[in-house]
């Protein structure tokens, strides 16, 4: 079986909560199968044209956005762009010619599975999220497989093709706790002070970042070093802060291993494969979830692990009065720093991309 030269076609993007599990995909199955050949596809101008690259795979981009929720002028182009893509996506469909199509969810995955299903090539989509997003919802009928890793699903896909798995994490955030002392080197972290983790999701979040530059003196009181992930659109704001006595401001972190591994306390957006890996390193967490998003999924993400007294969460509207005490009780309190991060480790779900893998495998055996 090692020796099999399949042709594996995978597409996700938009966001890095698309991009990372299709990478973490596309690295077990090559581990499994080493002549296999891989192909991404992305939606061009998008972070997958520049992140999938650095993992070692070739991309391709369509001309694709999402629809605006809202009437927009961009709404317009849309059509266009949607023939654009379906056909530029049969295109590569025909000259590749795939032997299984995996899609994990944002604009480009929608043209290209299409494409791939109505060709009759076995396919698998994977939904990181409680609430699935329109493009896995429309293709969930045509793909044979629904990899998830929320219950309550049926609600949304056939029930017949649902696996639930989990979400599929990087293999460098599996043991993160071996790396501490290289990570603190790596940021320079000063000796006896706590360090927050501050993270906006892989674009940054505007809030978090607000209250983070009025919380700087008020955390420095507290004897705590910030690593601050603000997100790409937010760098040039924000980058006056960087190297200030206690904090390092980052646009992307592209060594989250050792951004997870120096953290003592990490303050998070819940997006969902954020939350899977939060789980995975075992910190914890103080939970600030985009109210911006469908159905309010990240409120739901989050509220799985608080659920379990696994993690806090403050609401963006109530960080104004909340955050200060929150913060300081759980700084003050290594006890409970010690409880959250040994139960949120315990709803990790570790075996996840093996499993999504064990499914592709089926359908390259054609079961
Ligand atoms: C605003 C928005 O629409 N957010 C959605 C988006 O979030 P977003 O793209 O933020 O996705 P996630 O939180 O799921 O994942 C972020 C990924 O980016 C990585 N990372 C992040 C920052 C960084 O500096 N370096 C880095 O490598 C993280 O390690 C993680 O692997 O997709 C998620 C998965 O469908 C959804 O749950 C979110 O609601």
């Not at 090692?2 to 995909?25: D, E």
């Not at 997958?48 to 002028?73: C, F, H, N, T």
């Not at 698998?124 to 493009?135: A, D, F, H, K, V």
């Amino acid at each position: 079986m090692v020796n099999q030269k399949y042709k594996i076609i995978l597409s996700g993007g938009g966001t890095g909560g698309h991009i990372y599990p299709a990478i973490a995909i596309a690295n077990e199955l090559k581990s499994r199968f080493p002549d296999a050949r891989f192909l991404f596809v992305g939606a061009k101008d998008r972070m997958e044209m520049e992140k999938v690259p650095q993992a070692g795979y070739d991309i391709k981009g369509l001309w694709i956005s999402g629809i605006q929720r809202k009437l927009s002028l961009k709404n317009l182009v849309f059509p266009f762009k949607l023939i654009s893509s379906l056909w530029n996506a049969r295109r590569i469909i025909k000259s590749f010619k795939p032997d299984v199509a995996i899609g994990t969810g944002g604009f480009a995955s929608g043209p290209l599975l299409y494409v791939a299903a109505s060709n009759k090539i076995p396919s698998l989509i994977q939904e990181q999220n409680s609430y699935p997003g329109i493009t896995n919802k429309l293709l969930s009928k045509k793909t044979q497989k629904i990899c998830v890793a929320y219950d309550g699903l049926e609600r949304f896909f056939p029930s017949e093709k649902i696996i639930k798995t989990g979400n599929p994490v990087r293999q460098d955030l599996l043991d993160v706790d071996s790396k501490t002392v290289e990570a603190k080197e790596f940021f320079n972290l000063k000796h006896g002070k706590y360090t927050l983790l501050v993270l906006g999701g892989s674009l940054g979040a505007k809030r978090v970042n607000e209250l983070i530059e009025n919380k700087l003196d008020f955390l420095d009181m507290q004897n705590v070093q910030i690593i601050w992930q603000c997100g790409k659109l937010y760098y040039q704001q924000y980058k006056i802060y960087n190297n200030t006595k206690h904090v390092q401001v980052y646009e992307f972190l592209n060594n989250m291993d050792f951004a997870y591994a120096a953290a003592d306390i990490v303050i998070s957006r819940a997006g969902a494969s954020s939350v899977s890996e939060l789980c995975i390193v075992g910190k914890p967490v103080i939970f600030i979830p985009s109210p911006n998003v469908a159905e309010d999924h990240q409120t739901k993400n989050a509220m799985a692990i608080v659920d379990n007294d696994a993690a806090m969460l403050i609401k963006e509207s109530d960080l104004d009065v909340d955050f200060e005490n929150k913060f300081s009780q759980l700084v003050a309190s290594p006890e409970k720093q010690k409880e959250l991060g040994d139960n949120i480790k315990k709803l990790a779900l570790v075996n996840a991309t093996n499993q999504i893998v064990d499914e592709v495998v089926k359908l390259l055996n054609k079961e």
